[in-house]
């Protein structure tokens, strides 16, 4: 079969609302942290070999630590090269400190320690911000097989988040990892996970609450926003990280075509934002109130603004102020934690 060059990847196309997203929503909270402390941040993450989210947030970073496939599907190859040349550019302008590309699966390299350049991976610097930009349900497998073609291993992207937690707890050890963001992209037009695994109450009475909605997509939206609440907040305090999530930006993706129905519709996304610190022993355990932020909106992105949004027809959802900078300062990180 004869290889096909995509640029930018085919798990990836960029978009107005996407664009709206890193400069309205992602942009003011990273200079928000890197005002407050005084210091650059470092990026690890999926910026896609056109590195928007790099360039966008470019003033408040100090380095960047990025994965990339060479290839998704079967005959694809993606050219890996355009991002180790952009990231080296940006190095000779002095706009970045360095630039590093681990080249294959993420989940390959976080799990098995080598990417397919033959690179290990290490990560001690201090200050960061993570763009996880999965694009896929949060549960969707990774297969690892063995040499004689045989699943030896099922890797998920909780797999990942949580090495990418016990990476930070180590940083955190040596003064290095305090503070961090975490952004999380997902696609909620399907839910696939164990709701049963969810032991939380309060998180619990939620998912029974919306268990009557009809609408597989709505239903589906918001079992992943409650089942990412408790799990990853489970995660973040099983490495003694104090966690705040702010509301969830909702937006629709690109048009794919429906497999039942053969119409185009669109990919319903969600991305978290994560603020982490590391508790100091003295510091009392913040919960955040789970209520407030399971019965609110979502954040809605279209092509030109940020507004509250919410399936009317199904749910009754509260509003709130979406004011990125006022949902900054009041969050709890922002006045107890970062300071």
Not at 25 to 36: H, N
């Amino acid at each position: 079969m004869t290889s096909t060059q995509t640029s930018p990847s085919s798990f990836f196309t960029d978009h107005a609302r996407k664009d709206l997203i890193r400069r309205l929503w992602c942009k003011p909270l990273i200079k928000s942290l890197s005002d407050t402390l005084k210091k650059k941040l470092i990026y690890i993450g999926l910026p896609d070999i056109e590195a928007l989210d790099v360039l966008e947030w470019i003033d408040y970073l100090d380095k960047v630590i990025a994965f990339q496939c060479s290839s998704y599907k079967k005959g694809e190859v993606i050219d890996v090269a355009k991002l180790d040349g952009l990231l080296q550019s940006l190095e000779r302008q002095d706009k970045l400190k360095s630039g590093f590309v681990y080249q294959g699966w993420m989940e390959d390299i976080m799990m098995g320690g080598i990417s397919e350049r033959g690179q290990t991976y290490s990560q001690t610097d201090f200050l960061k911000v993570y763009n996880l930009d999965f694009c896929s349900n949060i549960l969707v497998p990774r297969q690892i097989y063995n040499e004689r073609g045989k699943i030896i291993q099922y890797i998920t992207k909780l797999d990942v988040i949580d090495k990418f937690l016990e990476y930070e707890l180590v940083a955190s050890n040596q003064g290095k990892g305090e503070k961090f963001i975490m952004y999380i992209t997902v696609n909620t037009n399907s839910f696939e996970g164990d709701l049963s695994e969810i032991k939380d109450s309060c998180v619990r009475k939620y998912l029974k609450k919306i268990s009557d909605i009809k609408k597989p997509e709505v239903l589906a939206t918001r079992q992943l926003k409650a089942y990412c609440f408790a799990m990853l907040s489970e995660r973040f305090k099983k490495y003694d990280f104090q966690v705040e999530f702010l509301p969830p930006v909702f937006y629709y993706g690109t048009n794919y075509p429906n497999k039942e129905t053969r119409k185009l519709q669109p990919h319903r996304m969600m991305t978290f934002t994560i603020l982490g610190s590391r508790r100091k022993a003295e510091e009392p355990l913040f919960n955040q109130d789970c209520q407030t932020f399971l019965n609110n909106k979502f954040i809605f992105a279209t092509d030109k603004v940020i507004s509250c949004f919410n399936d009317e027809k199904f749910i009754t959802e509260n509003d709130f102020d979406p004011d990125i900078q006022k949902i900054i300062e009041g969050s709890y990180s922002f006045q107890k934690l970062w300071k």
